[in-house]
């Protein structure tokens, strides 16, 4: 495999809304992430993926973009950003921003132009078409809930869009409208990102007879799930785009693509790949239920561990996929993949060194590195989300309870990982002096950073020691480049595996079970890289770990 320059690097993903306030606004903003690269850098972080900063309206906290050149002001400035990229650079730090290219906000200028004359220059940057008997155009269902047909008032037309009907969809049949995102793109390029994390990629291949489908629900509409899987091709529109702009600067792309067909691996991350890597959301998927947060369902552990060993076994002789417990999309890792009595400091760094030493890059989410968990809110009021109240609604007119929808947003709301960052006991976590635009979680008391950092076995000084390790002169390149062999996938609730290279191997042994586990195997004479506990029971064939011990060996 030929090397790249980001192989063998750790990243994290920032949430800037929630990240760290300087001017007691009480929203997150540029200088905040300035004044934390420090710390950043001290854990052992190299890239940094920041979700959007553009100019935005926020209907979908900033994947509704009404300015792909602008920074909105809510976050700083221009100059700032480019203070930040300077700052990241000192540090041998790199800048990924978020691109969101599926669709725009219904604020951005194509789109107010395209409204007033949808058959007109603008109008053909978007998807209108016309309405049947007084129907939309097809039974598409959005992601977050209804029509994915928008009615334009006054006119026969309906847009579409995948998402909040303030994200109308671009059309990338049109090579005008293409160009200017390629345009806008090679800007940030020149500017100095290192790349991008590409949002929803997958959706901007259309069936441009837009056929209705097999309705899949009470509402006769079909889920845009299934709409995506109906189409194929995606990869020539992927490959143009790559050609036009990443291949030219080596960036660094990670693609969030949730239903790629199984045999397009290969095109996507292969050496020649369409990205560079794409999230591995496999484990993130099992919990999905047939029609929403209302029927979705916990995670067995033996799913949880079997996906993620496929993932690792189909990557293989391909190319790396970038492996994560939680991202702003998700609820936290340490909620959702930890049986109840792990919930812990113990079962969260158990988790994260699962996640950190396999095959593939490592990407950390803001918080998950102080274990920060999810948060109760008292009302659905008190949530922000606009995807969590679509979730609410269709729960309660599935006949669930107030009580019991908003038990399901406990369990899957978005909002769990936006809350704000947790940096220190005074009020509001220190995260600002003003009002926080989200809840911050009541637990910031305990959890947070400056109590970790003054205690050397809390959660961020494992994470510190984990990250060192797996950058360590001494196993980067069996950690980078090693195969990743599973063991013990016979013993239930056991998270084992090896990672292998030219002769060197290192173990990773987990024990997500409520038992004393024994496992056989001549494990006594190694070194000890790692462990969350303080003893390890070795004898001349086996190794025994505790409930909640990982070791790495
Ligand atoms: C991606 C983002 C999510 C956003 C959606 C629409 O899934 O991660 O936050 O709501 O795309 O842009
Ligand atoms: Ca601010």
């Excluded at 050609?243 to 292969?270: C, I, P, S």
Aim: with cysteine.
């Amino acid at each position: 495999m030929k090397k790249q320059w980001w192989h063998d690097k750790v990243a994290y993903q920032i949430y800037p809304k929630s990240f760290y306030d300087t001017n007691e606004d009480g929203i997150g903003d540029l200088n905040g992430i300035i004044s934390k690269l420090d710390y950043l850098k001290e854990l052992g972080i190299d890239i940094i993926w920041i979700s959007p900063i553009y100019q935005s309206p926020f209907v979908d906290q900033g994947y509704d973009i009404s300015d792909y050149y602008k920074i909105d002001e809510r976050f700083g400035t221009m100059e700032e950003f480019d203070t930040l990229l300077a700052e990241a650079k000192k540090r041998n730090m790199y800048i990924v921003m978020d691109l969101v290219i599926n669709h725009c906000s219904d604020k951005h200028e194509w789109f107010q132009k395209a409204l007033k004359d949808p058959e007109g220059e603008y109008g053909d940057y978007f998807y209108f078409r016309k309405g049947k008997n007084g129907n939309p155009p097809s039974n598409y269902r959005s992601y977050f809930g209804g029509s994915a047909w928008e009615k334009v008032e006054g006119t026969d037309y309906y847009y579409l869009h995948m998402f909040a009907k303030e994200q109308p969809d671009l059309n990338w049949n049109n090579p005008k409208m293409l160009n200017e995102l390629y345009t806008m793109i090679n800007w940030w390029l020149e500017k100095g990102v290192a790349g991008f994390r590409i949002d929803a990629i997958i959706n901007i291949k259309k069936d441009l007879e837009f056929k209705s489908l097999k309705p899949d629900g009470p509402d006769g509409l079909v889920s845009a799930w299934r709409v995506v899987e109906s189409v194929n091709g995606v990869g020539e529109l992927l490959e143009d785009l790559k050609k036009h702009t990443f291949e030219k600067y080596q960036a660094f792309t990670v693609a969030e693509v949730f239903n790629m067909k199984r045999d397009e691996l290969v095109e996507f991350v292969g050496e020649n790949g369409h990205f560079s890597t794409m999230f591995d959301f496999s484990a993130h998927t099992l919990s999905l239920g047939e029609h929403g947060w209302y029927d979705s369902h916990p995670i067995r552990f033996e799913d949880f561990r079997r996906v993620i060993f496929d993932s690792q076994a189909e990557c293989r002789d391909v190319g790396f996929l970038a492996n994560i417990i939680e991202n702003h999309d998700e609820p936290r890792g340490a909620n959702r993949y930890l049986p109840l009595y792990a919930q812990n400091d113990d079962g969260i760094k158990m988790l994260g060194t699962i996640s950190v030493l396999l095959r593939g890059l490592p990407f950390l989410y803001q918080g998950q590195e102080i274990g920060m968990r999810n948060c109760r809110m008292e009302s659905i009021e008190e949530y922000d989300d606009i995807n969590t109240q679509g979730e609410y609604e269709m729960a309660m007119e599935a006949g669930l309870s107030k009580e019991e929808a908003l038990e399901v947003c406990y369990e899957n709301s978005r909002d769990n990982a936006r809350t704000p960052m947790q940096w220190d006991n005074s009020p509001n976590a220190g995260f600002t002096t003003g009002t926080p635009w989200l809840k911050v979680n009541p637990n910031y008391k305990t959890i947070n950073v400056k109590n970790q950092q003054e205690d050397k076995d809390s959660v961020l000084n494992y994470y510190k020691k984990l990250l060192a390790l797996r950058k360590s002169e001494e196993y980067k390149d069996v950690l980078t480049y090693g195969d990743c062999v599973p063991m013990f996938t016979q013993e239930p609730d056991i998270f084992a595996y090896a990672r292998e290279k030219d002769g060197q191997t290192v173990y990773v042994l987990a024990n997500f079970g409520t038992e004393k586990k024994t496992l056989t195997g001549c494990f006594k004479n190694r070194k000890v890289l790692l462990n969350n506990k303080t003893e390890a029971i070795f004898d001349d064939a086996s190794v025994t770990l505790e409930p909640a011990q990982v070791l790495v060996l």
